[in-house]
């Protein structure tokens, strides 16, 4: 899990497959199996309204693609804003502390 951006009102995570992970950090002998994630997906919180989304699969190419142009041409912090507001209208999940 990697935070690519945090600011007043977002943050995202890169969440990496479970073999990624493991090259990373690897687990205890004691420790019990980890569920595992088969594949890398984006998490987005929107602070301002307390939900996030969790985008993978085809959305989370899609995503990728827009972080791979923001790498080419830098953003404006509004522009990224902008980009990740799109994607939150897409969060359904209320974030809770456990």
């Given at each position: 899990?990697?935070t690519?951006?945090?600011s007043?009102s977002?943050?995202?995570v890169?969440m990496?497959p479970?073999?990624a992970?493991e090259?990373?950090?690897?687990?205890?002998d004691?420790?019990?199996?980890?569920?595992t994630?088969?594949?890398?997906?984006?998490?987005?919180v929107?602070?301002r309204s307390?939900?996030?989304?969790?985008?993978d699969?085809?959305?989370?190419?899609?995503?990728?693609r827009?972080?791979?142009?923001w790498?080419?041409?830098?953003?404006t912090?509004?522009?990224?804003?902008?980009?990740?507001?799109?994607?939150a209208?897409?969060?359904?999940?209320?974030i809770?502390?456990?």
């Open positions: 899990m990697h690519l951006y945090d007043e977002f943050v995202v890169h990496l479970s073999l992970l090259s990373l950090m690897p687990l205890a004691t420790a019990p199996p980890a569920p994630l088969q594949r890398h997906g984006f998490e987005i929107d602070k307390g939900k996030e989304v969790y985008l699969g085809s959305w989370a190419e899609l995503f990728q827009h972080i791979a142009a790498q080419l041409n830098t953003p912090q509004e522009e990224v804003e902008d980009t990740l507001e799109q994607y209208e897409l969060a359904q999940n209320t809770s502390v456990h």
